[in-house]
């Protein structure tokens, strides 16, 4: 059964650093691995999609890498700022047909004027 | 493109009560899904659709039903609410392996 961790649960920076959220599954036959945002009280917002032949992508400050083999993904933020404050979240598709996303329970991200 | 729309935004059901969480989506997406929300338990599935006329279970089925007669519409129907049910709802769709969609979430309380 496939199992999504993301460590830690909550970070807090302050303002400008780089930062990097972890996501690791069990098993690596997955098709792809999406990386959500979601702020208090709303639904989850798409950022990122990383196809299982792909080994990252880049959406303007954001950049997500996935090493399948091991069973990783990274979101790097650059230059934080306070409105990037959210929960991030990762889901993986599995292969064998599977429709569902198995998702992590995310990591709380607090940016710090 | 509204994206995937969910109707009502909140909802206070006494227990044993029953009532239907709208969700529609515009997109032509083939592949819908309810999940539910919980602190400290993440997002569950509760059942998904892979197209009208195609429903499955996912984790959490008990107690609710579902039935998509359109490729647009996938309602949640909660058969006779628990307390156990409080949660936020979230509908999703998708195309094929592709991004998936969230809507904007119901808060369901049940008392």
């Known amino acids: 059964k496939q199992e999504v961790t993301q460590i830690p649960a909550a970070l807090s920076v302050p303002e400008g650093e780089n930062l990097v959220l972890n996501c690791s599954f069990t098993?690596?036959?997955?098709?792809?691995l999406q990386w959500f945002r979601q702020d208090p009280g709303k639904g989850l917002t798409s950022l990122l999609l990383i196809q299982s032949s792909q080994r990252e992508q880049t959406s303007g400050r954001l950049n997500a890498s996935l090493d399948k083999s091991s069973g990783r993904s990274t979101l790097y933020i650059a230059a934080s700022q306070p409105g990037d404050s959210a929960t991030y979240l990762c889901a993986v598709k599995g292969e064998g047909g599977s429709e569902k996303l198995v998702f992590g329970k995310g990591t709380k991200l607090t940016v710090n004027p | 493109n509204a994206g995937v729309t969910q109707t009502p935004k909140f909802q206070v059901l006494k227990t044993g009560q029953s009532m239907t969480l709208q969700c529609a989506q515009d997109m032509n997406h083939e592949y819908m899904s309810w999940y539910r929300q919980d602190p400290g338990m993440g997002l569950r599935l509760i059942h998904y659709?892979?197209?009208?006329?195609?429903?499955d279970q996912g984790e959490v089925p008990n107690g609710y039903n579902v039935s998509r007669s359109t490729t647009e519409d996938f309602p949640l129907r909660l058969l006779s609410a628990a307390p156990s049910q409080t949660s936020v709802y979230f509908c999703?769709?998708?195309?094929?392996?592709?991004?998936?969609?969230f809507g904007p979430g119901t808060r369901l309380t049940v008392t």
């Open positions: 098993d690596s036959a997955i098709y792809n």
């Open positions: 999703a769709s998708r195309s094929g392996h592709l991004e998936q969609y």
């Open positions: 659709s892979v197209g009208a006329g195609i429903t």
